[in-house]
């Protein structure tokens, strides 16, 4: 489309010696109330502008807009680059390459495929941390990295080279969100456009969901589904409403022993109980100049789990003194400030945007917190943290009144209560003092290992004490608060209980640099932090498998065990199968508990253990103090660190380069491999589109309740044997010790649809009290339970279209684009919920799966409905005439499976096709199909 400048908004900034041609905010009455997020947005449609897709009337509508109002316009945003990381980056690129192909049996050029806005993948979920507590921890998981997903990296190697405009950030290197804002973000962006250099704001979109943390650097950005991310990779716009823009009043400073991660889960817990799901969050103040730009990507990190669309930070003196320590050119400094100030996206605390709502908070009045036991917004107090989880104790035990007895018998003296190891004469501070667990809930357990350490193990035992995840570890204040921790810990002779898996992960090598130079290595590792891996590791269930004996321990004696990693997300099963209970703490808390070794401990009153001269030791003894944190900080980081780790990004190590890769335009699929294969979404593919269909005959594949999240739905985390993917990994000849994770075989539709609605901690309401992947067989006489996989291939053979019932919040989580994907795969043609998360609703229309909603107030079981109901769906059809309909109309008829009396219900359902481009998908089949339709 050509440019159109109804607004005369293009002029030229001179920077230095350089003229970049800018399309000026200003140029729109009405700008200089906007929030700064909206100020992007305008830049965006402005320098958009086509006269078709984007329009003046568009532009017009974001000048004048509403903060009250609730939104109703739809606009066409185009982000400057699409970010991914490696396990929803592969099928992005697994598409594009079945896409090429596609292209060619349909008479186009291949080479015509290939991202038109710039890409980069930042490989950082494949490295699991199998092993720990060692020296040699990390080259060893790195080269179990490369063994287990050598197809995979063979197929971005030859991605990096097939198509243009694609970047790849190897194995080893750090997470992708701190890789992002250490070295991809811009902040202002500069490309050329027909022979001129243009500058513009820096966003992006994301295939993870934490994308939000470039945020905090001023760059809009948030996680889109792999679906969406491919079209903004070829071209496409992002469709979205013009949001509400929530303001957030920062003031006060951060009290001393209160850490940057307990102001994000106040923050969190705030959110969630305001409410901000589809609004972006800003914050405003004066309190936000003194906000560290490490504590601004924090908060922006964990804008999924408030629910937010983003959650922004403007540019200051604070972002231009972070691009400076991350070894920015001063070049690209000089145009960040210029273009932000020219354009007026620079913080001025005296002006105050408009904003939709308002909050605030008084950082001086948080307190030390942690968030469980399974999800971000379930806040602790660290002071009520033992009773809460007495508490919650008993959602995850079956109270077996005959171990009362057992609590007072010969085997546990009463100098040893349940919970401890006996007392060792040569190692004074090593009394395992675990769990003063409620008594009707105690299940003492006695463990030994190999190397001949005797302990009980109890409900509440910490066995994952994990450093982890890029919320906290691209954060210097808090990472070096850990490392100061152990250092003091160590001094009192204190260590790790046995029973716990200790794991360092840091989001990038520069971590690994400061921690050195603050001489701080060697304590973290004596109380078994070893770094395991520069990755993702325990956040997205790469924890690897627990202490073995405690691992069977747990399994033989069903004990509820807690995990507490300085993550973002704790949902259920999904930090390790072993693993009920959750917990999210910042960095130093997380090797508190570890030498806790439970979550049933109270930091004010229990001993963390006895130092040499045997006196109790409190966390109020170890804590490090605030200034010595920041003087840490000042003298063990600098822009050398970043200069010299980002040197070779996109280098990779010997192992990297040395891979045989595939070359030429087309990638030549190996047909034995079980990682990457070409999925079915194009096959039979015409240029013409087949006209929509209403739902006749469907069967409901599952009834699920609130808050089913993608974790519930796409598949991830271990394969286990018996399961259909594990059937099928067997079936090809894979060992068991060799399948490998959900999200590193992502490139292999077959075992991802196996994979699909599989989660050990599902609830499908068809089944009573049965967790897991598994269905009634309605194909079947007797209607038996069965896989959910297993079900579906019957009921697609019989040629029975599938339903899913949820309830509210359906596809909470995640950005995860198989949840979308699998739900196609499987046959369902529309998941009827009461509401929906944004992400997941427009990843489904994405894959041609309707979304609908019960009516108002109504769910499936107001309505009477419990999944053995035979489902029609009609006024679908109308799409074919240009129309999207409000509601269409469903009939739930009783089946020879229903309960004897039952009636049939009929209803209304809204239908979640929120704009034209959206419609426009759906009638396609899927956008895949629309951007391929379209190219060719």
Known sequence: MSQVNSFGAKDTLRVGEKDYEIFRIDSVEGHEKL??????????LLRTEDGANITESHIRALGSWDPKAEPDTEIQYTPARVVMQDFTGVPCIVDLATMREAVESLGGDPNKINPLAPAEMVIDHSVIADLFGTENALERNVEIEYERNGERYQFLRWGQTAFEDFKVVPPGTGIVHQVNIEYLAKVTFTREVNGVLRAYPDTCVGTDSHTTMVNGLGVLGWGVGGIEAEAAMLGQPVSMLIPKVVGFKLSGAIPTGVTATDVVLTITDMLRKHGVVGKFVEFYG??????????????GNMSPEFGSTAAMFPIDDVTLDYLRLTGRSDEQIALVEAYSKTQKLWHDADVEPEFSEYLELDLSTVVPSIAGPKRPQDRIVLTEAKEQFESDLTNYTSIDHDLVDLMTSESFPASDPPGSTPEDENNHHEHHHLSHAPRSASKPTKVELADGAKFTLDHGAVTIAAITSCTNTSNPSVMLAAGLLARNAVKKGLKAKPWVKTTLAPGSKVVTDYYEKAGLTDDLEALGFYTVGYGCTTCIGNSGPLIEEVSAAIQENDLAVTAVLSGNRNFEGRINPDVKMNYLASPPLVIAYSLAGSMNFDFETDALGTDTEGNDVFLKDIWPDAAEVQSTIDSSINEGMFTTQYAGVFDGDER??????PTGAIFEWDEKSTYV??????????????PVTDIQGARVLAKLGD???TDHISPAGNIKADSPAGRYLADHGVDRKDFNSYGSRRGNHEVMIRGTFANI?????????????????????DAPQAFIYDASQNYQDAGIPLVIFGGKEYGSGSSRDWAAKGTNLLGVKAVITESFERIHRSNLIGMGVVPLQFPAGQSADSLGLDGTEIVSITGIEELNEGRTPKTVHVVATPS?????????????????????????????????QYVLRSLV
């Open 35 to 44: 929030p700064f997020s909206l100020k992007v947005l305008l830049e965006n």
């Open 286 to 299: 004066s309190g936000v100049a003194s906000v560290p730009l490490a504590n601004r990507a924090t908060i």
């Open 656 to 661: 990297w380069q040395t891979l045989p890769t």
């Open 677 to 690: 294969r070409k999925p079915p979404y194009f096959d039979g593919m015409t240029m013409e589109t087949t």
């Open 707 to 709: 808050s089913v999240t």
């Open 761 to 781: 901690r599902l609830k499908n309401q068809l089944l009573d009290g049965v967790e897991g992947g598994y269905t009634r067989d309605f194909t079947q006489a």
């Open 896 to 928: 020879e499976h229903s309960a004897a009396g039952k009636q049939t219900v009929e209803f209304d359902a809204v239908v979640r096709i929120d704009t034209p481009g959206e419609a426009d998908y759906y009638r396609n089949g899927g956008i895949l």
